[in-house]
Nanobody, 127 residues
């Protein structure tokens, strides 16, 4: 059974940090591009970051550039999102997602390409 499971969300004060993890099971991530998305109440799901299968290309939304870092450990079948200097507007449910690459050098920042999705983990930034 193909599954992505996020963890690491929680409540944090502004300026704090969290590290999200995404564990894949039922398939190996070696030839998959991975994205992190978030969805706040009454807003559309938006792309936060993605990383290609070669670890050679990473994308960050302007709103998180310089604060978030995406990484992956294919040996552990995991992807991570390190979130620093968190702001109130980062509050959302965070999802990881994956799609089989066609060996392209980039990764997709939009939701349309992604085939597999996790159930999401809540991140709340509040004082």
């Amino acid at each position: 059974q193909v599954q992505l499971v996020e963890s690491g969300g929680g409540l944090v004060q502004p300026g704090g940090s969290l590290r999200l993890s995404c564990k894949a099971s039922g398939f190996t991530l070696d030839y998959y591009n991975i994205g992190w998305f978030r969805q706040a109440p009454d807003k559309e799901r938006e792309g936060v970051s993605c990383i290609n299968f070669r670890h050679s290309y990473m994308y960050y939304a302007d709103s998180v550039k310089g604060r978030f870092t995406i990484s992956r450990d294919n040996a552990k079948n995991k992807v991570f999102l390190q979130m620093n200097s968190l702001k109130l507007e980062d509050t959302a449910v965070y999802y990881c997602a994956a799609y089989r690459t066609f060996l392209e050098p980039t990764c997709a920042s939009g939701v349309a390409m992604y085939d597999y999705w996790g159930q999401g983990t809540q991140v709340t930034v509040s004082s």
